[in-house]
Each structure stands twice: as structure tokens, then as C-alpha cells.
């Protein structure tokens, strides 16, 4: 059991998450077991370019953020320990050859940040009470309410540990929430128009070196540059050891939006609104490029 006192530590060092997670699972209905497993992902995915990627994306709308999550589940399905192999020209392959490290960074922060700061339907709350602070009790931290997860990092292949003894629990499986009849966990669009090949929606984007984006500002410069949210996903390719990021593969919703970015040809220069540069060019030319 994780000390009341390190809990009240944890909420309040991650405010930000604390209010993505309530935004996500009361206002866009969200499954909770699976925002708190994508929440988990995004901090774990911090050591891979996505550095303040949840205070980033708590400002978005509520597609954006769900178009993120959507991602975020498949990028999930593509780092789990029995994933199976990835297409080398898909817009999972960095992560799916990261897996182990970002899986291994992922699971230790679900079970020792987010299954402690966020309860079954709710973030947990710290009041003042006296001199000090203490969590407020109508919320339980996961493992202490209905979920049954337990609260220590599992081993590869097993979840066994001290206080569930001969537990093998899957720290990917889905939990049963029965809420309400139509109750859609994954948030999916049944009205979703019909699927576009990745490989008709994805720019290859080069930077200036020393002016390296973050991935929340390569998203947030597409999506105000076309005035709508139209990026999908972006991954940036890993640079070798001590050297700043110099490039990464943009995926929109939609092929219309690549036309628009290319200027109609095969590549284009973009400047962001504090002067850094950026190159785009269609991604089939780069298919054959070495990433790190």
C-alpha cells in the first residue's frame, strides 16, 4: 500500500493529468480504465519527444483529444509484450521498435502514478486540512474500489506480486464498465467516413538543425495553419544517442490535407509563428529512410 502522504505528493505534482483525466471521463465519456492507460502512455512517451504532451493536449477540443486517444490505444496494441509484428511503412514502426523500453517506462507509471492518483470514475482530490494536506475520500484510487488492479509493476508476462499473491493479471485488459445500454468504450464514429490508406496521408517533415518541434507543436502548427484539427498523429524519428531530433512523419485525417500543405507539389517550406523552420515533403519518397 502506497502511503496517503507520497499519494497526496503524486496528485499534486500532476495537476495537468488530474484535469485531462476528469475532462476525458466525465465530459467525453470515455472508458476510464482506458484513459488512465493512455494517460500512462503519454508521460511514459515524454523520453521520445512528446515532452509535456498531456499539458499540451488539455487545451484541445474534445475531437482532437479523442483523435489523440484513438492513437494512443493502437500505439498500445503495437508496444505490448505479444504485439505482433508491424509493417515497416506503418505509422506505428517507431514505437514498435521501441517497444520494450516504452512498455517497460509505461507499465511503471501506471502502477506507481496513475493507479494511485486516479480513482474509479474520477481524479483524486487533496484538501487542506490543519497543517498539511490529505486526499478527500470520496474518490479511491485504482485497486481500492471495484477494479481489483494491483497496485505493483507486474513482471513481463505475469502481474503477479506481494499483495496478489499468484495473480497473473493483464495490465492491458479491458475493464467491464457497465454503465448504459449504447455505452461505446472506444468512443468510435459509426458514422466515421470510409478509411484512407496511411501512406495517402502522411508528410515527411525535416527541421532546421538546433530548431527542433515538439510533438505538440508540429500538431498544434498544422492544425491552426488549416484552421481545423486535421493532424492524426505525429511521430518523430529517433536521432541517434546525444543528437536533437532532426525530423518526423505527420499522418492527417484526411489525403485532402497533404495537397494543401504540399502547395500541389512535392514538397514546401513552412515557417512557424516564432521563425523556426520546417520542410515538408510527400512521405513516399523517405519509405527507405534508416530511423534510429
Excluded at 46 to 73: E, H, M, P, V
Excluded at 107 to 118: E, G, M, R
Aim: with cysteine; glycine share 8%.
Amino acid at each position: 500500500m502506497v502511503p496517503k502522504h507520497v499519494i497526496v505528493g503524486l496528485i499534486q505534482e500532476h495537476p495537468h493529468e488530474c484535469e485531462l483525466f476528469n475532462m476525458m471521463v466525465k465530459d467525453m465519456e470515455l472508458n476510464p480504465m482506458l484513459v488512465k492507460k493512455v494517460i500512462a502512455l503519454w508521460l511514459a512517451l515524454g523520453d521520445y519527444g512528446y515532452q509535456d504532451f498531456t499539458k499540451a493536449i488539455r487545451y484541445q477540443d474534445n475531437q482532437t483529444i479523442s483523435q489523440f486517444f484513438q492513437n494512443g490505444l493502437a500505439i498500445l496494441e503495437s508496444i505490448k509484450p505479444n504485439a505482433t509484428p508491424i509493417d515497416p511503412k506503418s505509422e506505428l514502426r517507431c514505437y514498435y521498435k521501441e517497444r520494450k523500453s516504452i512498455y517497460k517506462s509505461y507499465s511503471k507509471i501506471l502502477f506507481t502514478l496513475c493507479n494511485n492518483i486516479f480513482g474509479e470514475y474520477e481524479a483524486l482530490e487533496v484538501v487542506k486540512r490543519g497543517d498539511g494536506w490529505v486526499i478527500k475520500e470520496e474518490a479511491k484510487p485504482f485497486g481500492e474500489g471495484s477494479s481489483g488492479c494491483a497496485p505493483g509493476p507486474p513482471e513481463v508476462g505475469c502481474g503477479e506480486d506481494q499483495n496478489h499473491p499468484g495473480s497473473c493479471l493483464n495490465p492491458d485488459a479491458l475493464e467491464f464498465h457497465g454503465r448504459r445500454v449504447g455505452w461505446n468504450p472506444l468512443g468510435l464514429n459509426p458514422n466515421a467516413p470510409q478509411y484512407q490508406p496511411v501512406a495517402t496521408r502522411e508528410v515527411f517533415v525535416a527541421f532546421r538543425y538546433g530548431g527542433p518541434l515538439t510533438v505538440p507543436e508540429i500538431a498544434n502548427y498544422f492544425n491552426e495553419w488549416l484552421s481545423a484539427p486535421v493532424v492524426e498523429s505525429v511521430n518523430v524519428i529517433m536521432p541517434p544517442p546525444g543528437h536533437p531530433p532532426l525530423s518526423a512523419v505527420v499522418a492527417f485525417i484526411d489525403a485532402s490535407a497533404v495537397t494543401v500543405v504540399l502547395g500541389g507539389g512535392s514538397s514546401a517550406r513552412h515557417i512557424t509563428t516564432d521563425g523556426r523552420e520546417m520542410w515538408a515533403s510527400a512521405y513516399g519518397r523517405f519509405s527507405s529512410l534508416q530511423i534510429y
